[in-house]
């Protein structure tokens, strides 16, 4: 017993990620811990997506379950789990069955080698963000296997369309990073790194964040990414695989219930896997914003406010609306409801400030508001685009993306050369 | 050009063969498909996802118009019209009671058909709109939808305060109007015509200039002059190209002589200039409301209209310029109260038949794009 | 970092292999073959990372099980499953199989009792951290010219398919 104690505190003196430490015990916990991080935050996407969308659109949204419709994800998640469960009469019912499982499989186990921080990943791999990729490409796998295992055209048709768009895109995107890996190499060694957590140290170390390296080399490297990672996801406007006007739901057609929420699961878990991926390669991962224009130990103590003032500022805007709630009865249980959110949320906030945990979580504060960042992009689409074409899509990544992709690396590796004085003709 | 409608829809003799030889696909879409704009159900051929020939299935909103209309009297079958069109419902009004005041050679007072001319382009508007919204949806732009919706909302509410419905409004009667307009009805829309104004260029905003919108409609459902005419296409499909051919000028009805408006046309007969024609005409309707609004002569509102109307021995067909195109009624009356035959000439139908012509060798994704540029209602199709 | 449990692993993962692989062979359905040969590579993919080998592994995840199988599942999905099903599983090449599979069964016994002597214990200390850094070197040094005239190859076979496909360039 005393071996085991024993065994869990000593992770605790140590100063890297519990997979890296070899500590059982950890890890798991870490895993829990960024599993249900992840469900929530598709919980909260379901949310804000519908929100934010209606809000761009001038109609309200969820509004009826809990305030403001707080509660509405978990009344569809119930709805969901109740569903009648339907495989069609002539489906490969194994693959059918299957296929929801891989896409998640796929979507959830990149998020080992996420670093949230510089020990808050559960693991750090040599090839990390080569892990990162080769599991997210797996989905397509999933996506395939549904499609073809309905039986039924539109899935199939949806299923084809996703598995050319994810393969061209994976091309663009490959170049995209290997030119942002080569800028971890910049130091007096002159060998980068593949790891995840490595690439944030590099950025680091080298005091720029990689998208404004060689500007515009980075930033274009990163337009190249943040293209491919919506390709990469069948997000609006390259949702061509679900492209609900044509293809009615594309390769999840024949889904229902259970089985369809876990593709938006899915869905939802590789939209901010990718997004983590662009965050870590070019937005500084868990580094805080502006370390060198405001640098110094005061701004470090004012950038660490930011957390609990986050969450503050979310309390004081459910405090607001709980004033402005209609005074009827009827609205009384929501209006106590958004004021018990809101309290919950200014607890957090001010649990925030003790200095002790705001120490901890920052870095997972930067590296979560950075990735939010880009789930706002991810709506924003959505709620602007109009959709590709097929083809348009394919001449895109392979006409267009490939081979700017292509030069940026090329020029990214002259410029490194020429900088690293290692350029001998 | 000929040859390509001479060819049946799924004359396979000579189909485009791809290296592989790979399944030719048969997509049935439709008739309970999201982008089929009601039951339209569209047989599709595809090479992957080219698309060899289509054959379109009509018919299942057929609810027999013309035939109720040969066993009611004329005043009776007025309100059956507006469901045809439903979108465009005073449009449709507007064709039927101008053609039995001609078969009775009565002319509406001018006061009414300035009422008309007013409800006919705010209806012309609202349908334009109906249009823009659910054609960007079809080609993936959520949000044009809602801000068509919400526009279209305050014309509506016009209708209704002046009919009492919004939809199928039954606005006119034959020899005029039934009812003098309301307390404000002026104001009311010349503050619309204010609001719709920049809500225009709100729409143009979000899709005129957009990459991905010009990749997407330009070149896409090319239909030439002479394939419209040999068709008999007519309406914005018709005049985006080239042809200007707009029956307001050319045969005009009501009162829109008297108006100063211009007809817009393109070049290409694509899906995008078809959607900058549709743009310039609601400018060109707020522009002809804003001058039927200033010049609303006062007056009666109703011609002096025989109690029961039974118009002479004789046939009559008269054409007007609904939003999707030439809607034209052919009544023939046989000297009794109910019409011998009526038959409709909807725009939709016709239009629907150049859906073929214009899909051929393109992608599935553009039948989706042709079938919403083409603005049919099935409820005029099948009638 | 010390390894967890090698030897159960290594079963675990060979044993996977061996019934993707045998599945591959065994599955009248063309897309469940293609299936269990994904199985198989992501398991030999596991044991490249035992092997201290993890940028092969990403590499064979990458390329083989994320790449080059959905292109086979891609083309296999395009074929008519129906009509493939009722046909005759071709097998008239048994013999050349049953030579190819004695052949093998051979070497193997023979590595299998005199391995020891031919393959010392060990021959390379483990690099675990800086993996990737050495094959890159080597790849880029010692070996450039292997890797030239492998993507050299490589850009015959892209054009090669181009011209098939292709009717008219």
Not at chain 1, 91 to 120: E, N, R, Y
Request: some cysteine.
């Amino acid at each position: 017993m005393n071996a085991f104690v024993q065994y869990i505190e000593s992770y605790l003196t140590s100063n890297v990620t519990p997979g890296a430490a070899g500590n059982m015990f950890w890890a798991s916990i870490y895993i829990l811990i960024v599993f249900t991080g992840v469900s929530v935050g598709v919980i909260c996407m379901n949310w804000l997506e519908r929100k934010v969308l209606a809000h761009m659109q001038v109609r309200l949204g969820p509004m009826r379950v809990g305030p403001h419709g707080l509660l509405q994800p978990f009344a569809d998640a119930l709805k969901l789990l109740l569903k009648e469960d339907i495989i069609p009469a002539r489906a490969d019912s194994v693959i059918f069955w299957s296929a929801p499982f891989i896409v998640d499989l796929a979507a959830f186990t990149v998020f080992v080698v996420v670093p949230f921080g510089p020990q808050h990943a559960i693991t750090d791999m040599n090839i990390g963000i080569l892990f990162m990729l080769g599991v997210s490409s797996l989905s397509v796998l999933g996506i395939v296997m549904a499609g073809w295992a309905s039986n039924s055209h539109y899935p199939l048709i949806g299923a084809l369309r996703s598995s050319a768009q994810m393969v061209s895109y994976e091309v663009a995107m490959g170049f995209a990073v290997v030119s942002a890996i080569l800028m971890t190499s910049l130091n007096a060694t002159g060998t980068g790194t593949l790891s995840m957590i490595g690439i944030v140290e590099a950025q680091k170390a080298q005091a720029e964040w990689f998208i404004f390296k060689f500007f515009p080399l980075g930033l274009i490297a990163f337009f190249i990414f943040t293209v491919a990672m919506v390709a990469e996801t069948n997000r609006a406007p390259f949702d061509l695989a679900e492209a609900e006007s044509e293809l009615t739901a594309g390769f999840h057609t024949e889904y229902s219930g259970f089985r369809w929420s876990l593709f938006f699961l899915a869905e939802y878990g590789a939209m901010m896997a990718v997004s983590s991926i662009a965050v870590t390669l070019w937005l500084g991962g868990w580094l805080r914003p502006f370390p060198n224009w405001l640098s110094g130990s005061t701004w470090d103590s004012i950038f660490s406010y930011f957390p609990g003032a986050t969450f503050l500022f979310l309390a004081t805007l459910c405090f607001y609306e709980t004033a402005r709630m209609p005074k009827h009865p009827y609205f009384r249980i929501q209006t106590i409801g958004l004021a018990v959110f809101g309290a919950l949320l200014a607890l957090i906030g001010l649990l925030l400030f003790v200095p002790a945990v705001s120490v901890r979580i920052q870095d997972i504060f930067w590296f979560t508001a950075k990735v939010a960042g880009f789930m706002y992009l991810y709506i924003w689409y959505r709620g602007t685009f109009p959709r590709y074409r097929f083809d348009q899509l394919m001449r895109m990544g392979w006409k267009v993306l490939l081979p700017i992709g292509l030069g940026t690396l090329i020029l990214t590796a002259g410029v490194a050369l020429i900088q690293q004085n290692l350029w001998r003709p | 050009m000929a040859d390509q409608r001479t060819l049946s829809p799924l004359d396979l003799d000579t189909p485009d063969k791809t290296f592989l030889d790979a399944n030719e696909l048969v997509i049935n879409m439709g008739p309970q498909h999201p982008a089929t704009h009601g039951v339209l159900r569209v047989i599709l051929r595809l090479d992957g996802e080219k698309v060899l020939g289509l054959e379109c299935v009509i018919g299942y909103l057929h609810r027999g118009v013309e035939k109720i209309g040969e066993n009611r009297t004329y005043a009776m079958f007025n309100p059956y019209v507006d469901r045809m069109d439903y979108v465009a419902a005073v449009s449709n009004g507007l064709g039927y009671c101008e053609a039995v005041e001609k078969l009775l050679a009565i002319e509406a007072p001018s006061r009414a058909q300035h009422v008309r001319v007013i409800l006919t382009e705010l209806n012309r508007i609202a349908s334009h709109q109906l249009w823009l919204g659910t054609h960007a949806l079809d080609i993936g732009a959520i949000t044009p939808l809602f801000y068509t919706f919400r526009d279209r909302e305050e014309i509506l509410k016009i209708f209704e305060k002046y009919c009492g419905a919004r939809l199928t409004t039954h606005a006119f009667r034959i020899g005029g109007l039934q009812y003098e307009t309301y307390n404000g009805f002026e104001k009311e829309v010349k503050n619309f015509l204010n609001f719709f104004r920049p809500k225009i260029d709100e729409y143009e905003e979000l899709l005129t200039t957009n990459r991905i919108w010009l990749e997407r409609t330009k070149g896409i459902g090319k239909i030439s002059a002479e394939d419209c005419i040999a068709l008999g296409v007519t309406g914005p499909v018709l005049r985006a190209s080239g042809v200007k051919w707009d029956i307001r000028k050319a045969q005009p009805y009501a009162n829109y002589k008297n108006f100063d408006f211009e007809i817009p046309t393109g070049q290409n007969g694509d899906t995008y200039d078809r959607y900058i024609v549709r743009m310039i005409e609601m400018r060109q309707a707020v522009r002809i409301i804003e001058q039927a609004v200033d010049s609303l002569p006062e007056g009666p509102i109703m011609a002096k209209v025989p109690k029961v109307m039974k118009p002479p021995v004789g046939e009559v067909y008269h054409s007007i310029e609904a939003p999707k195109g030439e809607l034209g009624y052919f009544i023939v009356s046989d000297g009794s109260t109910q019409p011998y035959r009526v038959r409709v000439r909807p725009p939709s139908f016709v239009n629907l038949q150049a859906l073929d012509t214009m899909c051929r060798g393109q992608l599935v994704a553009d039948v989706i794009a042709v079938i919403g540029t083409l603005d049919i209602v099935l409820g005029e199709v099948d009638r | 970092m010390a390894p967890i449990a090698t030897p159960f692993f290594f079963y675990l993962l060979a044993a996977i292999m061996l019934i993707g692989g045998i599945l591959v062979i065994m599955c009248r359905n063309a897309v469940h073959s293609a299936l269990a040969l994904i199985v198989t590579l992501l398991a030999q993919s596991a044991i490249y990372l035992m092997l201290y080998a993890p940028f092969v592994a990403g590499v064979q995840i990458i390329l083989y099980a994320g790449g080059i199988m959905v292109l086979f599942l891609f083309v296999i999905m395009l074929v008519n499953i129906d009509r493939a099903l009722k046909e005759r599983q071709f097998n008239s090449q048994w013999w050349v199989g049953i030579i190819a599979a004695t052949t093998l069964g051979g070497l193997f016994i023979a590595v299998y009792t005199k391995g020891k002597s031919i393959f010392p214990e060990r021959i390379a200390s483990v690099a675990e951290a800086d993996n990737t850094q050495r094959v890159a070197s080597l790849l880029y040094g010692q070996y450039m010219f292997a890797f030239e005239i492998a993507s050299l190859l490589l850009l015959v076979a892209i054009i090669g398919a181009v011209v098939m496909a292709k009717k008219r360039i």
